[in-house]
């Protein structure tokens, strides 16, 4: 079965500092990747999608930037974080042969 | 972008009633996919119930149903009996033909009451 996984769970950064969130899925191949940040009244935002290893589309301008160096990891980073990258960020897989996209467990970011 | 819009930040129903959240979207493409899915409290998302664009026929999950009106993009969900462990987030999405994109609306806080 496919699994998906994302860490940190939690993660505190001061104001300036770099981010790395990784995202890593099982049991599937070539999957679409996804991105979303979820702040309060504003649902989920999708900050970038990738279809396949390098390819990484991009939704809305700001200060973070994505990755997949490998078919299954997405990684979404940042240079100098802002007090406005606050907030839940969650990872998402979809195949190709099913509709849903599936949900890793997010990542609290609060930057101080 | 396509848009999602969820007009109802807010609502609650008492347990064993029925309750319908409202969605409406925005797109210029005929084939797609409409989805809602759950965020209780735990932040897991879940997905609740999906409707093809193509199908005339409105979806259903057991007590979860949608009315599907494609000429006026709108796409609502039905709670029937409603539960406590319906308590949640909900959120509308919607997913282009290729499959690329997908994206949510602002989301509907359920609150159940015993």
């Known amino acids: 079965s496919q699994t998906i996984h994302q860490w940190p769970a939690t993660l505190v950064q001061p104001v300036g500092s770099p981010l790395s969130l990784e995202c890593t899925v099982e049991?599937?191949?070539?999957?679409?990747l996804y991105w979303y940040r979820q702040a309060a009244g504003r649902g989920l935002q999708l900050l970038f999608y990738?279809?396949?290893?390098?390819?990484i589309s991009s939704e809305v301008p700001q200060n973070l930037s994505a990755s997949r160096p490998q078919d299954r990891q997405f990684i979404l980073s940042s240079k100098k974080l802002l007090l406005s990258d606050s907030g839940f960020y969650l990872c998402?897989?979809?195949?190709?042969?099913?509709?849903?996209?599936?949900f890793g467990q997010g990542t609290r970011l609060t930057v101080v | 972008a396509q848009t999602v819009t969820q007009s109802q930040p807010e609502m609650s129903v008492q347990e064993a009633e029925t309750v319908t959240l409202s969605c409406t979207y925005d797109?210029?493409?005929?084939?797609?996919?409409l989805f809602w899915y759950k965020q209780p409290p735990s932040r897991q998302m879940i997905l609740v119930i999906r409707?093809?664009?193509?199908?005339?026929q409105n979806a259903t999950e057991n007590r979860f149903s949608v009315n599907f009106q494609k000429a006026a993009k709108s796409f609502s969900l039905k709670i029937s009996d409603s539960q406590l462990g319906d308590t949640a987030m909900y959120f509308c999405?919607?997913?282009?033909?290729?499959?690329?994109?997908?994206?949510f609306g602002t989301g509907t806080s359920l609150t159940v009451i015993p």
């Open positions: 409707q093809e664009a193509y199908k005339q």
């Open positions: 999405a919607f997913m282009e033909n290729t499959g690329n994109q997908f994206y």
């Open positions: 990738s279809v396949g290893i390098g390819q």
């Open positions: 049991g599937t191949s070539n999957p679409n």
């Open positions: 797109t210029s493409e005929n084939n797609y996919y």
């Open positions: 998402a897989w979809r195949s190709r042969g099913l509709l849903e996209a599936f």
